[in-house]
Nanobody, 125 residues
């Protein structure tokens, strides 16, 4: 079992930055690929970023590549999403996700093993 709790969301202006955090409970954090999905109102949940067990491999959606950076600290059981140059279209609820297997940009939400409850990011123009 893995419990995930996101934090760091909020209301910002276009061009600003935010850092999301996801704290995980459980001793096996380092054995999970970790990542982020987001869901805007009326839209499906979509992949944002993922990171491998040790952090050596990262994956990004094309829409955030070059602006967002995912990282993890296995000693703190935490994964981060640094979001820079935010745009109004980044507005969504951001969900932390954990997957026992490989988790890449091709991973669909149905394949995720554990989810957080989400944190809202609102970017005003």
């Amino acid at each position: 079992q893995l419990q995930l709790v996101e934090s760091g969301g909020g209301l910002v202006q276009a061009g600003d930055s935010l850092r999301l955090s996801c704290a995980a409970s459980g001793r096996t954090f380092s054995s999970y690929y970790m990542g982020w999905f987001r869901q805007a109102p009326g839209q499906e949940r979509e992949f944002v970023a993922a990171i491998s067990w040790g952090g050596g491999s990262t994956y990004y959606a094309d829409s955030v590549k070059g602006r967002f950076t995912i990282s993890r600290d296995n000693a703190k059981n935490t994964v981060y999403l640094q979001m820079n140059i935010l745009k109004p279209e980044d507005t969504a609820v951001y969900y932390c996700a954990a997957e026992r297997g490989v988790f890449t940009s091709a991973t669909v939400p149905e394949a995720i093993d554990y989810w957080g409850k989400g944190t809202l990011v609102t970017v005003s123009s």
